[in-house]
C-alpha cells in the first residue's frame, strides 16, 4: 500500500505513515530532513539477518488503539538474536497487555504479575472517544550516558515499568518508579518504555522529546547506520476488529442507552397513558378575508371611515395601557418610548397625525387607509 493511500485508511494507527496527533509521522520525516539512514521495515524478522550493519536501531510500538499482529516464538528468537549480535531494540508501549508482548517481557527477565496487568491496563474509551490524553513529566535519572541529555520529558498517560532485574538501568522516572529502562544484550541493547507518546506526532517537539529521541537512535555517540520503523507490527493493520471494537466501555455503554431508548420509544407508541385531549385551534382569519372585509368597507364610505376610526382608538388606548401614559400623553413621547421598546414597529408620530384631524377620513386613496390599517393591527399584536 502506498503511503497516500495509507493516509486515508489508516485510521488512529500508530504508524509513519499517518499524519493524526497519534501517529508517528512527523519523527519519520524528520529524521530523513536530517539525511538519516532511515527506513520502514515491513519484512519478517528473519530478514533482519541480512542487515549487516551492526549497531543499527529497530524501532518496535505498541500504542493502546492500534492493533497488532502477534509475535510468534519463532519471530521473537529471530529479533532477540539480532539484537545479540550488536544492535539496538526500543520496546515502547504497553506490552504486558497482550499475551506475545508478556512473552517478550519474560524473555528479559521481566515477570508480570495479574495484578500488574490488572492495575494498569490502559483505559481506552477516554481516547476513542477523542478525549484529551493525560499529560505527565518525566525526570532523568542520575549519570546518564553521554549520547542521552538529562533534560525533562513530556508523555502522554504512563504506568511505572514492573519489578526489573538488576541488568536493567533506569533512565527517565516518575515519582512513583521508574518508566524508561535500558540493558545490554549481549553485544546490543534493549530499551524499554512503558509509553510509546513521545514518538508521537503530538509530543515529539514537547519539552526535549526529540533530542531524547535522537540519543535513542546513537547508542555509541554516533547516529546508527540504519534506524528502522516496524511497520509489520507498529500499526500497519488497517481494519480493527468489531469484536475489540464492542469490548470498548464506552462504546458498550453507548448501545445500551440506544437500545434502552429504542425499547422505550416502541413501548410508547403502543401504549398510551391518561385520557386523549383534543387540539381545539381558533380559526385564523386569512389574509384573503382581511382583504375583502376592507373592500367592503371601502365600497361603504361612511362605515369604512368610522371603523379605521375606531381600530385606531382602540390601539391607541391598548399603547397608552401597556406603556402606562395618562390618555392626554403627547404622540411624540408615545413614539419615543414605543421606538424604544419594539423598534421594529412603524412610527407613531407619523400615523396617529392621520387621526388627528381629518385627513384620514375624507377622501384617502384606498392604499394608505389599508396600509394604516395593517400598521395599526401590527401595533396590536406587539404589545396586547
Not at 509530543?203 to 526529540?210: A, H, K, M, S
Request: aromatic content about 10%; overall charge positive; hydrophobic content about 40%.
Amino acid at each position: 500500500t502506498s503511503g497516500k493511500q495509507q493516509n486515508v485508511t489508516d485510521g488512529w494507527q500508530a504508524s509513519t505513515f499517518n499524519p493524526a496527533p497519534g501517529g508517528t509521522k512527523a519523527l519519520y520525516l524528520t529524521l530523513r530532513q536530517l539525511h538519516w539512514p532511515v527506513e520502514r521495515w515491513r519484512q519478517p524478522w528473519r530478514e533482519l539477518a541480512s542487515n549487516e550493519s551492526k549497531g543499527s536501531v529497530l524501532i518496535l510500538s505498541r500504542q493502546p488503539l492500534a492493533t497488532y499482529r502477534k509475535i510468534s516464538p519463532q519471530e521473537q528468537q529471530y529479533l532477540m538474536n539480532w539484537v545479540k549480535e550488536g544492535n539496538h531494540l526500543l520496546l515502547l508501549g504497553e506490552f504486558w497487555e497482550t499475551e506475545d508482548g508478556s512473552r517478550l517481557l519474560d524473555t528479559l527477565g521481566i515477570k508480570i504479575t495479574e495484578a500488574y496487568r490488572k492495575k494498569n491496563t490502559y483505559d481506552r474509551s477516554a481516547e476513542f472517544l477523542g478525549f484529551r490524553r493525560n499529560r505527565y513529566v518525566l525526570k532523568p535519572s542520575p549519570g546518564l550516558p553521554a549520547n542521552l541529555n538529562g533534560q525533562e520529558l513530556e508523555v502522554a498517560q504512563c504506568s511505572i515499568l514492573p519489578q526489573l532485574p538488576p541488568e536493567f538501568r533506569p533512565l527517565w522516572n516518575l515519582p512513583i518508579g521508574p518508566v524508561v529502562a535500558t540493558r545490554t544484550w549481549g553485544a546490543g541493547q534493549i530499551t524499554l518504555s512503558t509509553t510509546s507518546s513521545f514518538l508521537d506526532n503530538e509530543f515529539i517537539n514537547q519539552r526535549d522529546n526529540l533530542n531524547f529521541l535522537l540519543g535513542l537512535l546513537q547508542p555509541n555517540g554516533q547516529p546508527a547506520p540504519s534506524v528502522l520503523f516496524d511497520e509489520t507490527r507498529h500499526g500497519f493493520l488497517i481494519h480493527y476488529p468489531v469484536e475489540e471494537l464492542l469490548q470498548l466501555p464506552a462504546v458498550r455503554m453507548t448501545g445500551g442507552l440506544i437500545l434502552l431508548g429504542l425499547l422505550i420509544f416502541l413501548i410508547s407508541e403502543r401504549q398510551r397513558w391518561g385520557q386523549i385531549i383534543p387540539l381545539r385551534q381558533q380559526p385564523a382569519r386569512s389574509t384573503r378575508d382581511f382583504v375583502r372585509s376592507m373592500a367592503k368597507l371601502y365600497r361603504r364610505a361612511n362605515l369604512r371611515n368610522a371603523t379605521v376610526k375606531y381600530l385606531f382608538d382602540q390601539t391607541h388606548q391598548l399603547v397608552l395601557k401597556k406603556l402606562e401614559l395618562p390618555a392626554d400623553t403627547p404622540h411624540d413621547v408615545i413614539a419615543k418610548r414605543l421606538a424604544k421598546l419594539y423598534p421594529e414597529l412603524p412610527a407613531w408620530k407619523k400615523l396617529a397625525v392621520r387621526f388627528d384631524g381629518d385627513k384620514f377620513t375624507h377622501g384617502l386613496p384606498p392604499n394608505s387607509w389599508l396600509k394604516a390599517s395593517q400598521q395599526l393591527i401590527q401595533i396590536q399584536h406587539t404589545v396586547s
